[in-house]
């Protein structure tokens, strides 16, 4: 089910579960386990009673009551697939699959292991045998911003899709409120240790009926699932793809919304452009303006020109233009600024000279004109 029947993918899901495993050394989980009883008493991961609006079932890691000192990479991940293997049993999460929350409210950069984050994000998308739905990232503080960007390079583009940065007010619109603890603007009471009850039974391989944990799944038929025919199971496998691709139009939809949001910041931009950025230029096109051979010939009667230049932008730093971008009509500033696509540039000679001519200020206000460079392209292709 977590590969939508694909005999190959299912074949090649279920070799990077067993080789997942022998690497980081879970092939045997033991439930008596002092060290994983202690790990899942954190409550740092726990699987919610709640289901999201289209069946799946959700994983709620919190970030605060991680310390990485206290515990290795190896008990964090016996303790998920303890929980995992245990979610796994019902056939609503086979189906409906997996949202993983990391709840980050409150966290320090302390709490914060990058290296686990990546092995727990490659084990739910390519060694698990859980359809790992999107990654909700609550109330990320701003220093998790840079980590969040090399993460991001390091997982596949399909999952990087589908990981999101959200705030707690944003959570109740992926999933219900009603399938949400207390703590993050939900009604659900601390259901932990009775999770942990139904882990510990399957895991010993005792019998447990897990919907009288699991909230019912409104995508559920009525009926066994066991005795349902495969025809059944693949109809059921059609539902999810028309659920997937329901989602796919709302992300499309969220981009759109997006571009018009930039196409409007760029208008105001333009419309707010100061005098300030017309004053400087008449100034800058002395110094800035890359030549080519000529610059060599005629440095000598250009040097009085650049020094007056220079001296003006001593006098007062507050005429270096503002880092605004100008309307794509300010032909003069494109073409006068360094950052051109030239068949020839300087050689080191030239640039050492060029550096000891410009000096500080000359650097900056030539940075600031390649900043008031209107983008060639939108941000989507750059993305």
């Not at 207390?182 to 005792?206: D, E, F, R």
């Not at 080191?348 to 940075?367: C, D, I, N």
Request: charged share 30%.
């Amino acid at each position: 089910m977590a590969r939508k029947f694909d005999k190959k993918r299912a074949i090649d899901l279920y070799i990077n579960h067993e080789i997942t495993r022998k690497k980081e050394e879970l092939l045997h989980i033991d439930s008596n386990d002092e060290l994983l009883l202690k790990e899942v008493a954190t409550e740092k991961l726990t699987i919610l009673p709640g289901r999201d609006k289209h069946g799946a079932a959700v994983a709620l890691f919190t970030a605060r009551l991680h310390q990485p000192r206290d515990s290795t990479h190896q008990i964090v991940l016996k303790g998920l697939l303890y929980q995992l293997d245990a979610a796994l049993e019902s056939k609503d999460t086979q189906r409906h699959g997996l949202v993983f929350i990391y709840d980050m409210t409150d966290s320090k950069y302390a709490n914060f292991d990058y290296e686990l984050c990546t092995k727990i994000l490659s084990l739910l998308k390519g060694a698990c045998p859980a359809r790992l739905k999107k990654v909700l990232i609550v109330t990320a503080p701003l220093w998790f911003k840079a980590p969040f960007k090399i993460l991001q390079l390091f997982v596949r583009e399909k999952l990087r899709d589908r990981v999101y940065t959200i705030s707690l007010q944003q959570l109740h619109l992926h999933i219900p409120n009603e399938s949400l603890p207390q703590h993050l603007g939900g009604a659900i009471m601390n259901s932990h240790p009775a999770w942990m009850q139904i882990c510990y039974k399957v895991s010993t391989k005792q019998s447990v009926d897990l919907d009288t944990y699991f909230f019912p799944c409104r995508n559920t038929r009525q009926g066994s699932v066991s005795q349902r025919s495969l025809s059944s199971e693949i109809s059921d496998c059609m539902i999810i793809s028309d659920i997937e691709s329901e989602e796919s139009k709302e992300t499309i939809s969220e981009k759109h919304s997006s571009e018009e949001k930039e196409k409007e910041e760029k208008m105001i931009i333009d419309q707010e452009k100061e005098v300030t950025v017309e004053k400087h230029d008449t100034c800058a096109n002395g110094s800035i303006k890359r030549r080519h051979d000529s610059d060599v010939n005629n440095a000598d009667d250009n040097k009085q020109q650049n020094s007056n230049c220079n001296d003006n932008i001593n006098e007062d730093e507050s005429d270096i233009p503002p880092k605004k971008r100008p309307s794509s009509t300010s032909t003069n500033i494109i073409e006068d600024t360094n950052h051109m696509n030239e068949v020839t540039g300087m050689t080191v000679e030239q640039l050492v000279k060029h550096l000891k001519k410009t000096r500080r200020k000359g650097l900056y206000t030539e940075y600031a004109h390649i900043k008031m460079e209107p983008p060639s392209g939108t941000f989507n292709i750059s993305k």
